[in-house]
C-alpha cells in the first residue's frame, strides 16, 4: 500500500564531481541499509499544486518495521503499518485503503535498477538545516518518471524528493522540515482512537489462478502481486495485477463489464494517471483500468495489450 511516496535511499561524504560510480555506491547504500534506521519528523508534500503537511514515526526494532504517519491539516487522518502492511487507519485514510492489498514489498537491487535508471551525483544542498547531498535518478527510456533525491549526510535518508517528468518538470515534491534520527518509542507508533482496524477483502483467489497477462511491458517491469476480489459497484469480480520495474509501479485492474455501456477514459492528477479501456474477449467485454505513477502514453498501451487466457505467477 502506498499512502504517499517515501523513497528511502543513502547518500555519503563525497567530493564534487562525483562520478558515476560514486553515484552507484549510494544506490548500493541504500539496497543495503533500507527501512532499517528509527526516526521521527515533519515533511510537507506538494501534488497538483496542493500542499499537505504530516508527521511520521518509523521504529525499527526485533526485524520489525512500525511506520505511523498522521496528517496535520484539515480533518485528522493516520495510518499505522507492520512490515508494510496497514494495521489500522482512520476514518478518512480507511476509504481509500480498505479495498487495497500492500504492495508486495521490494528489496532494491542497484545493478539491475541502472539497465532502467542513470544515477548521478549532482550536488549538495541542505534540508531541514541538515547537509545533504543531491542525487538524480534519471530513467533511460521514455516509459517511467525521473527523481531528484537529497539525502542526509549523517543517516544517508532521504529529507527531500522531487519527482520529474520526461521535461524535468516537477510532479510531486516530499520535503522534511524537521527530521530527527534516533530512537523512537514504541507508544509513538501506535494508532490514536480514531485509527480503525483495516482488513483485507475476503474471498480473493491465489495469485497462480490469475488468468491474465501484459503483451507489453516496459523493460524492466515484472509481476509482483495479484488477487481477485469482489467489485464494491458490481456482482462481478475484479482481477488486480500489479506491476514493477523496483522503483516504480502500477496497478491493473480487470473487471467484466456484463453488457454496461461504459466509456474510454483517461486523466492525470500530479503523477498519477488512469487510463480505462473497454477490450473484447471471448467471455465479453472487460473495462481494463490502469493507474499508476507513469507517463500516460505508457499507461495506455499497458492497458491496451492486456489478455486473458494465460496464467502468470508473481515474481
Excluded at 51 to 79: I, M, N, T, Y
Excluded at 111 to 139: C, D, H, M
Excluded at 253 to 275: H, K, N, W, Y
Aim: hydrophobic residues 40%.
Amino acid at each position: 500500500m502506498r499512502v504517499m511516496p517515501l523513497f528511502v535511499v543513502l547518500g555519503g561524504w563525497l567530493s564534487m564531481p562525483a562520478s558515476a560510480a560514486e553515484a552507484d555506491v549510494l544506490m548500493q547504500r541504500l539496497a543495503d541499509a533500507e527501512k532499517k534506521q528509527s526516526y521521527q519528523g515533519t515533511f510537507v508534500y506538494e501534488r497538483n499544486g496542493s500542499f499537505s503537511s504530516h508527521s511520521v514515526w518509523q521504529l525499527v526494532k526485533e526485524r520489525q518495521l512500525h511506520e505511523r504517519l498522521l496528517q496535520l491539516d484539515g480533518p485528522a487522518a493516520e495510518v499505522v503499518m507492520l512490515n508494510g502492511k496497514i494495521q489500522c487507519a482512520s476514518e478518512d485514510m480507511a476509504s481509500q485503503v480498505r479495498e487495497v492489498t500492500p504492495w508486495r514489498q521490494q528489496q532494491l537491487e542497484p545493478e539491475l535498477l541502472s539497465k532502467w535508471y542513470n544515477f548521478q551525483v549532482i550536488g549538495e544542498s541542505r534540508v531541514a538545516g541538515r547537509p545533504t547531498v543531491a542525487l538524480a535518478v534519471r530513467p533511460r527510456d521514455q516509459h517511467r518518471y525521473g527523481f531528484e533525491l537529497h539525502l542526509d549526510r549523517e543517516t544517508s535518508l532521504p529529507l527531500k524528493s522531487l519527482l520529474l517528468d520526461e521535461s524535468g518538470q516537477l510532479l510531486e515534491r516530499f520535503q522534511f522540515t524537521h527530521f530527527a534520527p534516533g530512537s523512537v518509542a514504541a507508544a509513538e507508533v501506535k494508532g490514536g482512537a480514531d485509527c480503525k482496524s483495516v482488513s483485507v477483502p475476503a474471498g480473493q483467489a491465489e495469485p497462480a489462478s490469475i488468468q491474465w497477462r501484459s503483451d507489453w511491458l516496459p523493460d524492466g517491469f515484472q509481476l509482483i502481486d495479484s488477487s481477485v476480489r469482489p467489485s464494491p459497484a458490481s456482482k462481478e469480480s475484479v482481477t488486480w495485477l500489479a506491476y514493477g520495474d523496483g522503483i516504480a509501479r502500477v496497478s491493473v485492474f480487470i473487471e467484466p463489464l456484463g453488457g454496461a455501456v461504459v466509456e474510454d477514459a483517461r486523466s492525470q492528477m500530479g503523477p498519477t494517471v488512469a487510463v480505462s479501456k473497454r477490450i473484447s474477449t471471448a467471455g465479453g467485454d472487460v473495462m481494463v483500468t490502469v493507474i499508476g505513477e507513469i507517463p500516460l502514453g505508457t499507461a495506455e498501451r499497458i492497458a491496451l495489450s492486456m489478455r486473458s487466457g494465460v496464467d502468470q505467477t508473481p515474481q
